[in-house]
């Protein structure tokens, strides 16, 4: 089974504009702090020190959120390309989903700056066929 994982989010009152719900450009943290969860729990690196960079990101909004409600954002492997890890995420409060997004990271060669192939450990991790913590 591919990774997945779901983390709480604390709304900070620097989150809100001034409609009085979470700025739409802070979702796309909310989904980093996601991913960066994802990448420490399955492949035990910090996303800081992963050579990837952040292609593509995709956010559709369905609900407002706002200051109080109980935030979590679930990530998940979609599939494994040859440098490229796409994710689907699911933004919730209070059980309704808020935002629904996509993003896709590229593995790059740190001396390069092209596009590498995913590391073979990590593809193994992210597929869930891996022998690490949990089956993965």
Excluded: K
């Amino acid at each position: 089974m591919p990774a997945a994982t779901t983390i709480a989010i604390a709304v900070r009152y620097r989150d809100i504009d001034a409609m009085g719900h979470v700025n739409n450009a802070v979702y796309a943290t909310y989904l980093e702090t996601a991913r960066a969860a994802l990448f420490a729990e399955h492949l035990d690196i910090a996303l800081t020190a992963a050579p990837t960079v952040l292609a593509s990101l995709q956010i559709d909004y369905h609900a407002p959120i706002t200051l109080g409600d109980a935030v979590t954002v679930r990530c998940a492997v979609e599939r494994v390309g040859h440098s490229s890890i796409p994710m689907a995420y699911t933004i919730r409060a209070d059980g309704t989903d808020c935002a629904t997004a996509t993003t896709v990271q590229v593995v790059v060669d740190a001396d390069s700056g092209a596009a590498a192939p995913v590391p073979q450990r990590w593809r193994e991790r992210l597929l869930g066929d891996g022998d690490g913590p949990d089956g993965i």
